[in-house]
């Protein structure tokens, strides 16, 4: 497993829609199979759940598949990872509510 020790620059997704992701670069063009990876994932507490579905991972089939992560109504929540990589597609990041969700993601 190759794990790079960066800080990244999370961001804050502003909008509901679909937002690209290009080789570490939130709100891209759109990019491509392993160019990104993820590494945080901070969804602030809300009055209602707050969810972010993220594309471009690879299900136990070898088909892309989405990945949900899903906030409180009381705490924060802070999901971290050794920097995942993209490898079935570009990735996309969509929140379910604007201006809750922070996202960290480096090149792949």
């Given amino acids: 497993m190759d794990v790079a020790n960066l800080v990244t620059d999370p ?25 990104t990876r993820l590494v945080q994932v901070v969804i602030l507490l809300n009055a209602a759940a707050v969810t972010l579905t993220i594309a471009g991972f690879r299900g136990e089939d070898g088909t892309a598949r989405n990945v949900v992560l899903t906030g409180s109504t009381t705490v924060d929540t802070v999901y ?21 969700v922070l996202v960290s993601v480096m090149p792949g």
Avoid: C, E
């Fill in 80 to 100: 971290n990872f050794p920097g995942l990589k993209n490898s079935a597609g570009a990735m996309t990041l969509t929140a379910s509510v604007a201006d809750k």
């Fill in 11 to 35: 961001r804050l997704l502003h909008g509901t829609g679909a937002t690209a992701v290009t080789a570490g670069v939130i709100g891209g063009p759109g990019g491509n199979a392993n160019d």
